[in-house]
């Protein structure tokens, strides 16, 4: 009940800021119909809808991590979270209080990101839910990686680190918006032995249907996500005993 209490507290002080949350929805649409436009106007399929849809609902994503630092980087530098402290609030309590209200922005984005992917053709079945459910993991890993940059940096280096160096890690070593395999060598195994990649092969695959290539990168993901998390989890308490 604590920690749903403040999972309350952290969904309201997302809906007093409807401009980053518009951003939020906003951001993949705009690349959307960005990738699509630049589609329709070569002659070679670079970015096709089958593809572009699930590389944009994972690349979307780094926004959820700018927002989850940007929060909890922000009450830690208040005096709210100070007074938090001296409550039976436990740093997995709070760390949960922040993940749970983000949850539903993810899937709101996704669904946002599938809904209008159908103007350029995406198929209209069984497998958006399913993409949606795939995602869901890279959702946690995306919100678990602000959260730790949160709880040991302040918001204007959360900004730099889950802004820029974040957004651009994850546009070069997934794979969405090239084939890695035009790389190859050392580039291709650092990509691979992340998690980014790996989100977007379990989304394409959704896509596609092909239900026995989800689960390897959707382990990788995982695991990546506990990891994350555990850190964050550490990185919190450490800081509540300072």
């Known amino acids: 009940m604590r920690m ?3 999972a309350l507290r952290t969904w309201k002080e997302i809906l007093r800021d409807p401009l980053n949350i518009a951003f939020g ?7 959307l119909l960005l990738m699509s436009t630049i589609q329709a106007n070569i002659p070679i399929a670079l970015f ?8 944009v609902m994972v690349f979307g ?5 700018l927002f989850s630092g940007m929060l909890i980087a922000k009450d830690r530098t208040s005096s709210f979270l100070t007074r938090l402290f001296a409550s039976p609030l436990t740093s997995r309590d709070f760390i949960a ?3 749970l209200p983000l949850l539903p922005m993810a899937v709101m984005q996704g669904a946002v ?6 103007i350029w053709g995406f198929p209209l079945n069984a497998k958006m839910l399913l993409l949606l459910a795939v995602n869901i993991p890279a959702s946690v890993l995306f919100i678990g990686i602000g959260l730790l940059a949160g709880s040991v940096l302040t918001d204007k280096q959360v900004g730099a680190v889950c802004g820029a160096l974040l957004t ?3 546009a070069w070593l997934s794979g969405i918006w090239f084939d890695l395999n035009l790389i190859g060598g050392a580039f291709k ?3 691979y032995a992340l998690p980014f990649v790996h989100a977007f092969e379990a989304a394409k695959a959704a896509a596609a249907g092909n239900l026995d290539i989800i689960l390897p990168h959707l382990v990788w993901v995982g695991a990546y996500a506990l990891a994350v998390f555990a850190m964050a989890v550490f990185a919190f308490q450490k800081k509540m005993r300072g």
């Open 4 to 6: 749903r209490a403040f």
């Open 61 to 65: 994503l780094s926004f959820l991590s």
């Open 168 to 170: 651009n890690i994850s």
């Open 25 to 31: 929805l906003g951001f993949p649409l705009v690349l």
């Open 48 to 55: 096709e809808i089958g593809r572009l849809a699930p590389g």
């Open 97 to 99: 209080g922040y993940t």
């Open 113 to 118: 990101c599938l809904a209008f992917s159908l």
């Open 189 to 191: 195994k650092i990509a």
